[in-house]
């Protein structure tokens, strides 16, 4: 079987990192862009983070060569046959995804709310009105600290905040050259809001930014 | 796990200049970047149309442990309370 990892417009292979479990990174390539692989007799795909990190390398290492598109982690196909039928048929589509994102890097800013404490609610009304406070809470953070980053990004993805989580998280689709401004800007919000807890990871591959890829 | 040295950067100093001018937690830069990467990696990203097969299992466990532990680790820095390094 084999483990997927990217679709690229760049195939350079050369000293890139190895892939899930030490697996050799290949590449099969259709009309411009390619499929970043590995192949494997057998494979047990857990979240075990050092195989999120092994999947994230094999993306990181393909981005600074041209535009990537990052698949779910997980993607297992029967053999290289199979991904080339999906290059066939979904060309395109992946085509157009790619220069969306081309030149661009992906940033995650997460701002810590204040925390509810459930265990202190009496009722249903006084549930209700700490959803609405936290409601608020959300909207307030997201006023002073992901408004104005907006204005830096090419493309913007909120992710709705969980049941029970107290952070807010927003992914932007940032031009490289724009790397540095944004976390520039990122450092101006944390001093401006010292009472929110602002942090800033990336960058990423776009995965965010892929949607139309099926999902 | 070795975190990938990039990924804590662009972020800010440090996240309470205000109340705390230590640095911030190599473990909990760590764990933020772990959630940014399973944010990314398990919920985002291209799926292949056609018989692919999303083989990960134990995710739910993991993920919800892991939110559980960056939520709680923002609380209790925010409420003053010193972590153990």
Not at chain 1, 48 to 67: F, K, N
Not at chain 2, 47 to 75: E, F, K, N, Q
């Amino acid at each position: 079987m084999i483990y997927v990892y990217a679709i690229t417009d760049a195939i350079e292979l050369h000293d890139g990192p190895s892939g899930l479990h030490g697996g050799q990174v290949q590449a099969i390539e259709h009309e411009g862009i390619a499929c970043v692989f590995s192949t494997h007799d057998q494979l047990e795909v857990s979240s075990d983070p050092e195989l999120l990190w092994a999947h994230e390398r094999v993306v990181d290492h393909l981005m600074d060569r041209g535009a990537v598109l990052p698949l779910r982690f997980g993607s297992v196909l029967r053999d290289p046959e199979a991904l080339r039928a999906i290059l066939d048929e979904d060309g395109a589509r992946f085509r157009l995804l790619l220069s969306r994102v081309r030149g661009c890097v992906e940033l995650a800013v997460r701002v810590g709310l204040a925390s509810s404490e459930p265990g202190a609610l009496a009722g249903g009304r006084d549930y209700m009105r700490e959803r609405l406070a936290a409601r608020q809470r959300e909207e307030d953070a997201a006023d002073r600290v992901l408004t104005p980053l907006r204005p830096l990004a090419r493309a913007t993805a909120h992710r709705p905040v969980q049941a029970g989580n107290t952070t807010v998280s927003e992914s932007y689709l940032v031009p490289r050259a724009a790397v540095e401004p944004f976390a520039a800007e990122v450092r101006a919000l944390q001093a401006r809001n010292p009472g929110l807890s602002i942090s800033c990871t990336g960058p990423w591959g776009p995965y965010s930014f892929v949607d139309g890829g099926g999902r | 796990m070795s975190a990938h040295p990039r990924r804590t950067s662009p972020g800010p100093e440090s996240r309470h200049p205000s109340r705390d001018s230590r640095p911030p937690s190599a473990t909990r830069q760590k764990d933020i970047a772990l959630i940014d990467l399973l944010d990314r990696l398990l919920d985002g990203g291209v799926v292949l149309a056609g018989d692919i097969t999303l083989a990960v299992a134990d995710v739910d466990l993991v993920y919800v442990g892991l939110r559980a532990l960056v939520s709680s680790v923002a609380a209790a820095e925010r409420q003053g309370v010193p972590l153990p390094r």
